[in-house]
Every structure is written in structure tokens, then in C-alpha cells.
């Protein structure tokens, strides 16, 4: 009969394979984000552009009012399907993190977000500096992404703060709004699946993961990753 001793160490070794399965699905969906932006924005791209010339082509060749108005519409419709695509490209896989860093693309992003949905942004990042591990700039990026979304979602909150240190042992954010908070020892939030997925996140670059709440009083995240 196993003892309590053979049971805990079965517990753990479960726990670090769940870990690890988690950490790898994280990064195949990454992958996999990566890959289908890059075939929207080649592929469809491609074909809207395309789509665009042949439509100005026949633009200049056509006289009658009633079939270039349609034509105008045809346009907007195009414009309006270009714009999507880039929409979606950037939510799969942001340009603005692989070319020019994490602190601009958390800036685009929050300031961008924010701005739609009414919020206020206080926002203290690095200037882009010595370049970042993929891992973790993806990491972190996601990171924001899920509390800023989850603040829209759920907060009611007026504004937002965000805080980017890059120190000289660790990367360190903090995130918080000051909206309705919420019971941080409840496990029907803690245990939520855009919660446990930023533990994880931090968990498989061996960094910190932390969230204070409570109700009337905000929210707020920090996340500590070494460099």
C-alpha cells in the first residue's frame, strides 16, 4: 500500500508534467498564432491588394454614375476588409514586439485598447534597449494583454497603470486599475483560466507571479521574470 510519503512524490511528478504539458501547448499555440499571421498578411494580403488594383483598373475605364458608385462602394468594402486583416494579424502575433520591442508594443497596445474603451493609461516603460529573450517578451506581452483585457471586461474601472522595469537582475511589471477588485483568496478567481495561464507563463521562465484584490479596492498584478 503507498504510503503518504510515495503519494506526495506521485502528486509532484504529476504537477511538473502538467507544468510542462501546459508550457508547451502555450508555445505551440504561439507558434501556430505566428504562422497563420504570417499567411494572412502574405497570402490575403496579397489578394486584397490585388483585388484593389483590378478594382481601380476598371474605375478608370468606367463612365456611368450609377456603376461607379458601386465601384466606390466595392472600394470601402475592401478598405474596410484590409483593415480587418490587419486587426487580426496584429492580435495573433503583434509586428511592433518583434521590431521594435516589448516596451513599444505594450504601449501601442495598452494606449490603443484603452483608448476604446474610456480608459485613462499612466504608463512608465524603458526606452527599447539591449534586445529580449522571444520567450519573454511574448511572455510578458501576453501577460499585459490578458489583465488589460480582463480589466475592460470586468473591472469598471476609470484607469490603468503599468510599470516596466528592466532590471539588472529581472524584468518586472506591474499592472493595476483602480475598479471594483475582487476577492483574491476566492477560487473561483483565482483558479480562472486567464489567471492560471499568466501563473503558468511566469512559472516556465522561472519567474513571480503575484495578485492583490479585493473588493472596492482594484486590482493589481506583478510579474517578476529573470533576465
Not at 78 to 86: C, I, P, S, T
Not at 151 to 156: K, N, T
Not at 165 to 194: K, M, N, V, W
Amino acid at each position: 500500500m503507498p504510503t503518504v510519503k510515495d503519494l506526495e512524490s506521485l502528486v509532484e511528478v504529476r504537477t511538473r508534467e502538467l507544468s510542462a504539458l501546459s508550457t508547451h501547448l502555450q508555445e505551440l499555440a504561439e507558434e501556430e498564432k505566428s504562422e497563420l499571421a504570417r499567411n494572412l498578411h502574405d497570402e490575403l494580403g496579397g489578394l486584397l491588394t490585388a483585388a484593389k488594383m483590378d478594382l481601380s483598373w476598371v474605375q478608370a475605364r468606367v463612365t456611368d454614375p450609377d456603376l461607379q458608385e458601386r465601384l466606390a462602394q466595392l472600394g470601402s468594402v475592401l478598405d474596410e476588409a484590409m483593415d480587418l486583416k490587419r486587426r487580426v494579424v496584429e492580435d495573433l502575433r503583434p509586428s511592433l514586439l518583434d521590431h521594435f520591442g516589448l516596451p513599444t508594443a505594450l504601449r501601442a497596445y495598452v494606449d490603443s485598447a484603452c483608448a476604446k474603451a474610456g480608459l485613462r493609461t499612466d504608463l512608465t516603460l524603458p526606452e527599447d534597449g539591449a534586445p529580449m529573450a522571444k520567450e519573454t517578451a511574448i511572455a510578458l506581452f501576453r501577460i499585459v494583454q490578458e489583465g488589460v483585457t480582463n480589466i475592460i471586461r470586468h473591472a469598471g474601472a476609470r484607469s490603468v497603470t503599468l510599470r516596466l522595469a528592466a532590471q539588472s537582475d529581472a524584468y518586472r511589471i506591474t499592472l493595476s486599475d483602480d475598479g471594483s477588485g475582487f476577492d483574491a483568496t476566492d477560487p473561483e478567481f483565482s483558479s480562472s483560466h486567464g489567471i492560471t495561464g499568466m501563473r503558468q507563463r511566469v512559472r516556465a521562465l522561472g519567474g513571480q507571479f503575484d495578485m492583490e484584490s479585493a473588493p472596492g479596492t482594484g486590482t493589481t498584478l506583478r510579474v517578476s521574470i529573470p533576465r
